[in-house]
């Protein structure tokens, strides 16, 4: 374990977290806009800010942030929440300012380390995370070996194909998880549904998948309907994955997933119907357990340098 | 490396190949029938007359065998191929008939191993390998460490779903890849163009994919037809792979897969077409090196106890 000071960030496409972290405690922390349609030259400069608080004291910067994210170069490929950004030197700009190591990771490779060293999953060898958000992320631990794979692109769950003539993706694809499950799209769901039936989600202006959970624990039908689909596809990915990977622990994290029992339920109830040999396998599927802290704290423990990349 | 002599087994529903390995070279090898009817009694002894000529210069005895195998506990829970194996111990018995160390090892991670440390995929660190014939198989090297999963059965390709809707499988899922791309598939997906097409393919009795193969290289629009469908649905279930695991390098094997170009060109297009960031990543999709070798040699890596389980 680090027992230095580090600062941990953790960009998402409406705000910037960061926080001063000792020995996978957080000491102090900050949040900020990302001001994400502004471009990358604006973001940066709020980057900047939300570590300029707490570097005095820190021996190094990690970051997690959305996207395609080569950690070895230092450098964002691409990043689907923040308008323009292509292969911008992130590391490189953050060293420059403050004259301290730095790395970038992707985000949720980030809350995956956070939840596995400090969290859900800890001591567990064999882990798959997802977040489910406006986006759908995944990251894995291998027979107690972060995965990063080839590139550091490793983990794109929400980029898996539950369909292959599903609807378009937004990557392009066809079909995808996140077509189905995100936030938007689970949204675009309960209207399709609210134009048919009776519910209590007529009563709001702008619905979001929070609302949609609210009404549903409350006793809506339609609302529970929703989670209901929801939980199926996302039960058929999570069987892809225990398929694949075999893992101990699923942690499902990320704003969509607070909603609980009438999402956990059907993801449960479809991965044991799905998953080739279920009752030989011992597996869990639960939520994760340092909240917002997970990605700054994962962030940090891959700055500090205790993985292998 | 292992210096020592060992005995390698690969059990299929067909033969039982068996091999005296060295240094990871074969030095004398045995081809029997398995008699996979005939149940696990029967079965146990075409093995135990597979491993017999080998035994007495061997240090021990490396098997790999098709289902979920328990590899701690030495026991096939369940084989697909194999009638009427369910949770047969079958380290015990072969222990007690050899008195010589015995380790067991899903068939497919025995071929990724033996590719791995000795052919197409040597060198790599993250490394997912496929197998296509009666069933599809899969298995995979993230980070230099073989994945086995929480409970050995990772890798399981052939019944990853690409349409959450599709056609029952015979595992109980709907929509595996399996149920797309598995040789008796192949042949019906052949059957039924012919009905409604002029093709070379209505002089043969019995379609095997290997015949549709060579028609479709010899110029036979209906079978380039089906390798092509069939390369693009293997192209969905590899965009999934590259997606999740981000490896340098995909392996295609099995019997199908020595279709060569008219299968691995749509593979390749669909892959191009369909994952995330492939203009960013770099990987590879090429076929096996080692043939039928493979899995004995990957069972004697394995039973040589160079892996970590």
Redesign the interface.
């Known amino acids: 374990m680090a027992k230095k000071l580090f600062v941990g960030v953790d960009i998402g496409g409406t705000n910037i977290k960061s926080a001063l972290v000792e020995n996978g405690k957080i000491k102090k922390k900050r949040k900020l806009p990302t001001k994400a349609n502004l471009g990358p030259e604006r973001v940066i400069v709020q980057i900047k800010s939300a570590i300029k608080p707490f570097i005095t004291k820190a021996a190094g910067i990690g970051i997690g942030i959305a996207g395609?994210i080569d950690s070895q170069k230092g450098i964002v490929?691409?990043s689907p929440n923040l308008s323009e950004w292509h292969n911008i030197k992130l590391v490189k700009a953050l060293k420059k300012e403050f004259n301290k190591p730095v790395r970038i990771i992707n985000d949720v490779n980030a809350i995956c380390l956070g939840e596995w060293q400090y969290g859900a999953a800890k001591g567990?060898?064999?882990v798959f995370l997802f977040t489910l958000g406006t986006g759908v992320g995944?990251a894995?631990i291998?027979?107690?070996?972060?995965?990063?794979?080839?590139?550091?692109?490793?983990?794109?769950?929400g980029?898996?194909?539950?369909?292959?003539?599903g609807p378009k993706c937004s990557?392009?694809?066809?079909?995808c998880l996140e077509r189905y499950v995100g936030a938007k799209y689970i949204v675009a769901n309960a209207k399709r549904k609210m134009r048919k039936k009776i519910t209590s989600l007529k009563n709001y202006k702008k619905l979001t998948p929070h609302i949609i959970a609210q009404e549903a624990k409350k006793g809506d039908k339609v609302s529970k309907e929703v989670f209901t689909e929801i939980g199926?596809?996302i039960g058929?990915g999570v069987?892809?994955?225990i398929?694949?990977?075999?893992?101990?622990v699923v942690i499902i994290s990320g704003g969509v997933s607070r909603a609980g029992r009438i999402l956990f339920e059907p993801i449960r109830k479809t991965v044991r119907?799905?998953?080739?040999?279920a009752e030989?396998?011992?597996?869990k599927i639960i939520p994760g357990k340092l909240g917002d802290d997970a990605g700054v704290l994962g962030a940090v423990y891959f700055a500090s340098g205790l993985t292998?990349r």
Request: charged share 15%; hydrophobic share 35%.
């Open positions: 395609i490929r691409f567990y060898k064999n995944g894995a291998c027979e107690g070996v972060p995965l990063f794979g080839a590139n550091g692109f490793s983990g794109e769950f980029h898996s194909v539950i369909k292959f003539n990557c392009g694809n066809y079909g199926f596809y058929i069987s892809n994955i398929a694949l990977f075999d893992p101990d119907k799905r998953v080739l040999g030989h396998r011992n597996y292998s």
